[in-house]
């Protein structure tokens, strides 16, 4: 008496070639896109981009006291859930005149122990750009700011100058803040 089940194996072989026939293909390998992201800001009317590394938050201006012996684009110090953060107006400081604009925001800058903000006209929002966008030589960047440009993108015919929060922290004209 000959056994006529099919064997596990031959059972196994039939459901994978059905499988296979009913199966959808893989999808196709694309070419991974490295992408950049910053914070856009307004700065004397124009606008930039901080990368998102060294923006540590992003807020209203809180109520400041006035530090006594600084110079004039030094707002004064606001306590930040018990932390004290020196306020700067940077246009005060690049442009020699004080920011007026209404819809003022604090950029909070965070290197290490290093710990300040600066008032810039307004926050744009986040912006994400791809590698290949990327501008070596940026056009038309003001001599106040240059020393903190590196790059930019080109999107859609608009160019984003990348502003290094962690370049102007570092600059001695930041850091010298006493009359």
């Not at 929002?125 to 930019?152: C, M, S, T, W």
Request: hydrophobic residues 40%.
């Amino acid at each position: 008496m000959s056994d006529t089940r099919p064997q596990p194996y031959e059972i196994l072989c039939e459901l994978d070639a059905a499988c296979r026939e009913h199966a959808f293909e893989l999808p196709k390998i694309e070419e991974v896109v490295t992408s950049w992201s910053g914070v856009a800001f307004k700065l004397n009317g124009k606008k930039y981009v901080a990368p998102l590394s060294e923006v540590a938050e992003i807020m209203d201006v809180p109520g400041l006291t006035r530090i006594p012996g600084a110079k004039k684009w030094v707002r004064g110090v606001a306590n930040v859930r018990g932390t004290l953060l020196p306020v700067m107006d940077l246009q005060g400081l690049l442009y020699k005149k004080p920011n007026r604009s209404r819809k003022q925001r604090l950029l909070v800058i965070q290197n290490g122990d290093f710990l300040s903000s600066i008032v810039v006209d307004d926050v744009i929002g986040l912006q994400h750009f791809e590698d290949i966008d990327r501008l070596e030589d940026v056009p038309e960047v003001d001599e106040a700011v240059k020393p903190y440009v590196n790059d930019g993108f080109n999107r859609e015919d608009q160019v984003w100058t990348v502003f290094s929060l962690f370049a102007l922290a570092e600059d001695s004209a930041f850091l010298q803040v006493a009359l």
